[in-house]
């Protein structure tokens, strides 16, 4: 009898567990068409079941408890969609999904880096611009040479020129001065201090797959000097199709680029190379004895091998790059005569080297680490500067991917070393910087609508002391086609004499950071943007309003001490930048129009005074017409106006607009490409001076239009 009531039990039970369980069948379809999307992929959640759907755009999941479950169904070039299902099903019942095609699908596909938790870039609660595709193609069209107008005609960007013979320029965010944006390579910090000189004029964008801004502070991801931002250079990497493309392009001012990169992967080895000469002839098309474009050679090398194992992958790579860059008086580079010259002999040798082993399927360690040796001579009239920096950043991560909460927790070391020449009239600005940093970050998907992002980085420079950083970004997806972020956080930026404000003096007569009194610069900043797609008949259009607002308290300003003696000082009191940023983007048939709009308010408030911080254009519009035959023809029209600026002295200078075409004519391996910058020939000498003295000895004034006026550019791309 007891055999028979524990069988009796055991059938019970086993009817239960299978009465408990079911079967889900979903049909996914074109909202558009109600074509069935085969191969879409259904996640159920919290089980963490995956499945994709047949030819027939069924999806079935078998043995799914009862009870309420979270289905999310992605295809590519749609919008993800989200839904709750509730089981058991009625029998033999289908869960009909229709999918909305994406308004921008390029956009949505992208996958950003910089935030160091890859996501999509609908998907990151971060706000996160990306340069890429064919809008990285066209840019790198009118400048192939370098990535200043790649990052210039981006809202709330702009590449200030520092030098007016050199050419040299650094990267202001949101009107901030250039040593408060970190430039990254990959995710490796190369660029910093001493070694941002020079170095938007030294990258060329041929093996770049793209490029991501992140505005506001972001020293929480990074470390420090990211106050108003950072931007992430992303190197293409090696597929299963073989990748050989040259660029050989001309520009009317003497201007000669060429340029090369092959990529390639060979089972579980891959290989990437790129080369590149870069040069230009001396280049004066005012006419007043002193260079717009300086005479310069460049010579660039970079291999990087990948090795991809069942649970490991590696990549080791190598950059050197050499230039030879005079500017200055006609006479003297020409006829060898007298005249104010500035050489600049660089030489950057940088190495870089990253390892991933997956532990799980869903969590992985990464170990980073990058060496960068930048020498670099600069000579002017009676006065050198001569001096060597050495850096490293090495950093380890542990990076888990989970159904709602992803984390990264990791620590990293920087180190930069700085060893003058002396010169017998400056004393020695040498100085060793090392920052030990620890940070933790995590995305949590609280609800199919809201993602938060959170990190916490704490670094310790020595003999500067201990910076504490939060930061916090949420999204709300309000409706599929409505979303909106908000973030803020903490940065900081440790004292430095690599300043727009050293540049233009080219070191001179500045003394070294006084480590005892000098404090670290720290800014606390706030995003917030709205984010709307929508289509009216055939016409798409999306629209992104940005407002922000950044708190720099007792930033470094260089002062006068003694005579003709200046040195760098926490200023009393701070500087603010707070405005907006306008993009509309509009597409009809094969027309594309961008327009934007940036609205820059940035005080300092010292002693008390408030003063119009130098260098920063209220008002900027950027306005762009693209037409375009899909693999066949291209067209560009833009024009770009940036209202009066404040200058150093007091003075303030002219509003103006630049104006631009370019052409490009495609065919299946080769293409030739023509663009007219500047056609209107907007100049700071047709309106404003550039210097006072002589052509011996020139007082420059402030650059904040173009010197080089109108140049015609074009060459011919091959893909093979």
Not at 339 to 344: L, S
Not at 370 to 382: Q, T, V
Not at 544 to 561: E, G, K
Not at 611 to 620: C, K, M, V, Y
């Given at each position: 009898m007891k055999h028979i009531i524990f069988v009796a039990l055991l059938m019970i039970l086993g009817s239960y567990n299978l009465d408990a369980q079911t079967t889900i069948k979903i049909l996914v379809q074109n909202s558009n068409t109600r074509e069935p999307l085969s191969a879409a992929t259904a996640k159920l959640m919290p089980l963490n079941k995956t499945a994709i759907a047949d030819t027939t755009g069924i999806i079935v999941f078998e043995k799914i408890p009862n009870g309420t479950h979270t289905l999310s169904i992605y295809y590519l070039g749609f919008a993800d969609k989200t839904i709750r299902i509730t089981t058991p099903l009625a029998t033999d019942s289908i869960v009909s999904i229709l999918m909305e095609e994406n308004e921008e699908e390029e956009e949505e596909e992208v996958i950003v880096t910089a935030t160091r938790i890859s996501r999509t870039i609908a998907n990151t609660p971060t706000r996160t611009e990306v340069i890429s595709g064919e809008e990285?193609?066209?840019?790198?069209?009118?400048?192939?040479?370098?990535?200043?107008?790649?990052?210039?005609?981006?809202?709330?960007?702009?590449?200030?020129?520092?030098?007016?013979?050199?050419?040299?320029?650094?990267?202001?965010?949101?009107?901030?001065?250039?040593?408060?944006?970190?430039?990254l390579r990959d995710g490796y910090p190369m660029y910093g201090g001493f070694a941002s000189s020079l170095s938007l004029l030294q990258i060329a964008p041929l093996d770049l797959k793209q490029v991501e801004v992140i505005k506001g502070a972001a020293s929480t991801l990074f470390g420090g000097g990211a106050i108003a931002g950072l931007v992430n250079l992303v190197s293409k990497t090696p597929t299963d199709n073989r990748e050989l493309n040259f660029l050989s392009n001309v520009t009317n001012a003497g201007g000669i680029d060429l340029s090369g990169f092959y990529s390639e992967k060979y089972g579980k080895v891959g290989l990437t190379v790129f080369t590149s000469r870069n040069s230009n002839r001396a280049f004066d098309p005012a006419a007043i004895g002193l260079t717009a474009i300086p005479k310069f050679e460049r010579y660039t090398i970079n291999p990087r091998l990948f090795i991809y194992a069942n649970k490991t992958t590696a990549d080791v790579g190598v950059t050197f790059i050499s230039e030879n860059r005079?500017?200055?008086?006609?006479?003297?580079?020409?006829?060898?005569?007298?005249?104010?010259?500035?050489?600049?002999?660089?030489?950057?040798?940088?190495?870089?080297?990253?390892?991933?082993?997956?532990?799980?399927?869903?969590?992985?360690?990464?170990?980073?680490?990058?060496?960068?040796?930048?020498?670099?001579?600069?000579?002017?009239?009676?006065?050198?500067f001569d001096a060597l920096q050495q850096s490293s950043f090495t950093e380890l991560t542990w990076n888990k991917n989970g159904s709602t909460l992803d984390w990264v927790i990791g620590t990293n070391l920087v180190t930069e070393n700085l060893t003058e020449v002396p010169n017998g009239i400056d004393r020695k600005r040498d100085y060793n910087l090392n920052t030990f940093g620890v940070f933790i970050q995590n995305v949590w998907s609280v609800h199919e609508n809201i993602t938060i992002e959170t990190g916490l980085r704490g670094d310790d420079v020595n003999e500067l002391g201990f910076e504490l950083l939060p930061r916090i970004s949420t999204m709300f997806k309000i409706t599929p086609k409505l979303t909106t972020r908000i973030g803020g956080g903490f940065g900081y930026k440790p004292p430095t004499i690599f300043t727009e404000d050293a540049e233009r003096r080219q070191f001179r007569n500045i003394s070294p950071i006084d480590m005892i009194n000098a404090r670290n610069e720290r800014?606390?900043?706030?995003?917030?943007?709205?984010?709307?797609?929508?289509?009216?008949?055939?016409?798409?259009?999306?629209?992104?309003?940005?407002?922000?607002?950044?708190?720099?308290?007792?930033?470094?300003?260089?002062?006068?001490?003694?005579?003709?003696?200046?040195?760098?000082?926490?200023?009393?009191?701070?500087?603010?930048?707070?405005?907006?940023?306008?993009?509309?983007?509009?597409?009809?048939?094969?027309?594309?129009?961008?327009?934007?709009?940036?609205?820059?308010?940035?005080?300092?408030?010292?002693?008390?005074?408030?003063?119009?911080?130098?260098?920063?254009?209220?008002?900027?519009?950027?306005?762009?017409?693209?037409?375009?035959?899909?693999?066949?023809?291209?067209?560009?029209?833009?024009?770009?106006?940036?209202?009066?600026?404040?200058?150093?002295?007091?003075?303030?200078?002219?509003?103006?607009?630049?104006?631009?075409?370019?052409?490009?004519?495609?065919?299946?391996?080769?293409?030739?490409?023509?663009?007219?910058?500047?056609?209107?020939?907007?100049?700071?000498?047709?309106?404003?001076?550039?210097?006072?003295?002589?052509?011996?000895?020139?007082?420059?004034?402030?650059?904040?239009?173009?010197?080089?006026?109108?140049?015609?550019?074009?060459?011919?791309?091959?893909?093979?």
């Open positions: 990285l193609t066209e840019k790198g069209n009118m400048k192939p040479g370098d990535i200043r107008m790649l990052l210039n005609e981006s809202t709330g960007i702009q590449t200030q020129q520092t030098s007016a013979t050199s050419f040299n320029a650094g990267i202001r965010i949101q009107g901030l001065d250039g040593r408060y944006t970190q430039l005079t500017g200055g008086s006609m006479n003297y580079i020409n006829n060898n005569g007298n005249g104010f010259y500035e050489k600049n002999d660089t030489r950057r040798f940088t190495t870089q080297f990253g390892v991933t082993h997956r532990l799980t399927e869903s969590s992985n360690i990464q170990f980073k680490n990058s060496f960068s040796r930048f020498d670099r001579a600069l000579h002017i009239p009676n006065y050198f800014s606390k900043g706030l995003n917030w943007d709205i984010n709307y797609k929508t289509k009216f008949g055939d016409i798409s259009f999306s629209f992104n309003q940005l407002f922000f607002y950044t708190h720099l308290a007792q930033p470094l300003v260089l002062s006068n001490t003694s005579g003709t003696i200046f040195a760098f000082k926490n200023a009393n009191g701070s500087l603010d930048t707070k405005g907006m940023e306008t993009n509309v983007r509009l597409t009809y048939a094969d027309f594309k129009l961008f327009i934007g709009y940036t609205y820059t308010n940035a005080n300092t408030h010292f002693d008390n005074a408030k003063q119009w911080l130098p260098l920063t254009a209220r008002h900027r519009l950027n306005n762009v017409l693209m037409y375009e035959i899909e693999d066949k023809l291209k067209l560009g029209l833009e024009a770009y106006y940036f209202s009066k600026q404040r200058l150093s002295d007091g003075s303030f200078g002219k509003s103006y607009w630049i104006t631009g075409f370019m052409a490009e004519k495609l065919w299946e391996k080769w293409s030739v490409f023509i663009n007219f910058e500047n056609f209107t020939d907007t100049r700071q000498s047709k309106f404003d001076k550039v210097f006072t003295g002589t052509i011996q000895d020139p007082i420059f004034r402030d650059i904040y239009a173009p010197v080089d006026g109108f140049v015609i550019n074009g060459g011919i791309k091959i893909r093979l």
